[in-house]
Nanobody, 122 residues
Framework: QVQLVESGGGLVQAGDSLRLSCAASGRSFSSYHINWFRQAPGKEREFVAVINWSGGSTYYADSVKGRFTISRDNAKNTVYLQMNSLKPEDTAVYYC???????????????WGKGTLVTVSS
């Protein structure tokens, strides 16, 4: 079992930056691949980024590539999502999720956090 808690969301202006954190507790955190998803009002939850268990591989949605960076610190049981050049269309609840494989789809996740709201004003 892995418990995930997101933090770092807030209200920012377009062009600003935010860093989200996903703190994990439970056993074997370092054996899971950690994903970030987001869900905007009225839309389906969508994949944002994933980092493999060691931190050696990362993948991004095209919509955030070049602006967002995912990283992890297994000693701190924490995954980060650095978000730069934010746009109003990045407004959403951001969730972290753990999986055993690199699957990039919501129903492939084993554990979810409760999310943190990011609002980007124009």
């Amino acid at each position: 079992q892995v418990q995930l808690v997101e933090s770092g969301g807030g209200l920012v202006q377009a062009g600003d930056s935010l860093r989200l954190s996903c703190a994990a507790s439970g056993r074997s955190f370092s054996s899971y691949h950690i994903n970030w998803f987001r869900q905007a009002p009225g839309k389906e939850r969508e994949f944002v980024a994933v980092i493999n268990w060691s931190g050696g591989s990362t993948y991004y949605a095209d919509s955030v590539k070049g602006r967002f960076t995912i990283s992890r610190d297994n000693a701190k049981n924490t995954v980060y999502l650095q978000m730069n050049s934010l746009k109003p269309e990045d407004t959403a609840v951001y969730y972290c999720a753990a999986a055993r494989g690199i699957v990039k789809i919501a129903n492939g996740m084993l554990y979810w956090g409760k999310g943190t709201l990011v609002t980007v004003s124009s």
